[in-house]
């Protein structure tokens, strides 16, 4: 069963398809030239089901995700006489698709692209929502542009060859979605965690639709993260610090992260310890971590850079029940007694 879901951004509209199988892609093509780009261990596992097109392979891992990187994809788009009525499609996870969006979006002003996500983090987040972009002198996805994709198929199959901390990493933004925007969708996960561990195909669709419809139901209010948008970062503001200063996979730190801005919802007299203790334990059941070794000082110092931080006031994503998230200011002085107790 295929499900379709439409993000409408101010650059255009784009459709999602949940369960489309990437050897469908030629169906979504327009006809003309495709180029396609990819990673070397997509390329591996599915190269051979890819339709007929010229293929760029970009290096594995964010130190690829850069202008360098956007640089040879522009060379190679050269050689390959690339025109404005050339076609491209990133096929990978995240990092093919947020450099995929980029590159074509960029290039001679722009050309139509596409994905087909095979990661659940690109499925269930990267590919939604028309953020592109690379990192810059560390600080992530500095450079981009908003730009909606024209289609994102989202394999469910091609899941079965994802890593186990890959599938952790979407697994982590699933409960995200379901925290800050829907309590039944919350309850379905508790209800089905062996089946998600089992990848049933049924369970993963129903996640990879739920998930997609709650992000674009927010990228369709708020496209460029002026208010409703940066619910979505409900668990990533301490997330990115503990990545940043620990070293540790993306979903490892939104996994602790979410369980200390619910505890932090908690002391603010927001949502209850019991809802605190519901999102810990299932967490705890999706093989996520709920709690780290860090140095509160570190933390507190890479909260200072964050880059959404405005001034000395940090938007914080909290918890005023599981399904329910609210935004509000702390300065980066409340975050630091917070974090380091006696400050
Ligand atoms: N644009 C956005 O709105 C947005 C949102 C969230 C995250 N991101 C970005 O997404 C990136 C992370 O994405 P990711 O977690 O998909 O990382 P990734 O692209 O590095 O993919 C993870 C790993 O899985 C491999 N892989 C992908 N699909 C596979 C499959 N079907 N079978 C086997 N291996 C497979 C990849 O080769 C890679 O080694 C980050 O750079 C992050 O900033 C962007």
Known sequence: MIQSIVVEGRTGSSRIFVGASLDRLG?????????????PNVERLYGHRFPPADVITIGLGEKHKTLATIQEIFDRFIELEADRTTFVVGIGGGIVGDVTGFAASTYMRGLEFGFVASSLLA???ATVGGKNGVNFKGYKNMVGVFNQPGFVLADI?????????????GLAEIVKHACIKDAGYFQYIEDHCDAIGRLDPQVMHKLVHDSVVIKSDVVNQDEREAGERRKLNFGHTIGHALEKTLGISHGTAVSVGMVMAARLSHQSGLIDLSAVQRIENLLTRLHLPVQIGFDPLAVFEALGKDKKRQGDKIKFVLLESIGRARIQDFTIEELGRWLIPGK
């Open 123 to 125: 499925q269930v987040d």
């Open 157 to 169: 199959e091609m899941l079965k060859t994802l890593p186990a901390e890959e599938i952790a990493c």
């Open 27 to 39: 169906d979504h093509l327009p006809g003309g030239r495709t180029i396609i780009i990819t990673d």
